[in-house]
């Protein structure tokens, strides 16, 4: 396979992490700007209206494609082409930590501008899943393949477990698997927002399919086992769900309108993430991935770029957002609608002014993108690279 070959297969990776960023610039900006329509998670089909609701929902591909993608990564620079093995387990670590402390400090600051609580989130998860997934590598790959798997499909099964925040076990257990606060009383409080076991199985199922990526596979494979994969994963989806068996703890139900049924049946629990969930989400990623492989076009591109600077976006798309809505909220004002947080919120009165919000974000973002990927990759410095 020559090096043009190889390069392609990368790319495909960056344009699918850099479509998902952009898919979470919407969800974002709806976070931002739409914030006064309260959604639930999981939502609530009787109060959801469906644009509102489809839209959440699209967002719901992000997660679980990202910590996929980052497993796979750490398989890919544990075999760079054409060169001798190496250990993934200190960069794993290393980025694990590092996105731990953007968690607690820059990203948590750029949602409330302010430290009244601090939420352990997306990125405290996908650290934290590095972190685990470096302890896995002591194992053989097709251990850890196993352990992927078993938590994926298994966690569902665990519901029943509970800790009073008294006893002990509650706080391991709440980073793991239940959402709730750490810390709930004093000047800082600690909420686990992302429970982070079925991350670490996803993390770990990413990994054990990195060989699917070596040089070594052609492309046509790759593509037909992506497909097959995907195809698999929405099979058991349809047939688990349809039935109400086993995977999804809100069991789905038929509504007078057709749309709300349709609602009702992708209605899945994200906190944690459910087998319904994942089956959903990683299964439409592995066709997104296999598409990628031979798709090319400007929008390709960007995307690409995009998907090759995926912290350097998050931080500064944070920052604007954060920054714009100071300013609009200062020069138009807010709407009357009280949050939770007891501050008036200032709204779109539609959801398609989100996406045009976020679309012209995303124009406004990709030259500073662009700029930073030129240099990342001229740049000798180590930090540089986490971005």
């Known amino acids: 396979m020559n090096e043009t070959t190889i390069k392609k297969r990368i790319d495909s990776i960056d344009m699918l992490r850099g479509l998902v960023i952009l898919i979470m610039l919407v969800d974002h900006a709806r976070e931002k700007f739409y914030l006064h329509k309260n959604v639930a998670d999981p939502m609530n089909i009787d109060s959801t209206d469906p644009d509102l609701f489809f839209t ?72 934290v899943s590095m972190i685990a997934l470096a302890a896995l590598l002591y194992l053989p790959r097709l251990w850890i393949a196993v352990i992927g798997f078993a938590i994926v499909f298994g966690h569902n099964a665990l519901g029943f477990i509970e800790f009073a925040p008294h006893e002990t076990g509650y706080t391991l257990w709440t980073i793991l698997h239940d959402r709730a606060f750490l810390v709930s009383e004093g000047a800082l409080k600690i909420r686990a927002s992302y429970p982070v076991l079925p991350w670490i199985g996803v993390i770990a199922v990413g990994y054990a399919a990195g060989p699917l990526f070596s040089h070594n596979v052609d492309e046509l494979t790759r593509r037909k086992t992506l497909i097959m994969g995907g195809t698999a994963c929405l099979i058991a989806l349809v047939l688990l769900r349809a039935f109400n068996i086993y995977g999804e703890s809100q069991p789905w139900q038929m509504y007078d309108e057709s749309i709300r049924s349709v609602m009702s049946f992708l209605n899945f629990t994200k906190y944690p993430p459910s087998l319904m969930f994942l089956l959903f989400t990683l299964g439409i990623g592995a066709f997104v991935l296999a598409y990628l492989e031979t798709a090319k076009s400007k929008l390709c591109a960007m995307l690409k770029t995009f998907g090759s600077v995926p912290m350097f976006f998050y931080i500064l798309h944070l920052y604007v957002l954060l920054i714009t809505y100071f300013i609009l909220s200062k020069v138009i004002g807010t709407t009357t609608v009280i949050g939770p947080n007891d501050y008036p919120y200032l709204g779109f009165p539609n959801v398609w002014l989100v996406w045009l919000a976020a679309i012209a974000l995303a124009a406004l973002l990709y030259w500073p993108c662009k700029k930073f990927s030129q240099f990342k990759h001229s740049s000798q410095s180590a930090w540089v690279k986490y971005f």
Do not use: D, M
């Open 56 to 127: 959440r929902l699209l967002a719901h591909f992000c997660a679980p494609i990202f910590v996929f993608l980052t497993g796979l990564s750490a398989w890919l620079y544990a075999h760079p082409a054409n060169k001798a093995p190496r250990s993934a387990q200190s960069f794993l670590l290393k980025r694990g930590l590092f996105l731990i402390l953007i968690e607690i400090t820059l990203v948590n600051f750029s949602w409330f501008a302010a430290y009244t609580t601090l939420y352990l989130q997306v990125i405290w998860a996908i650290g």
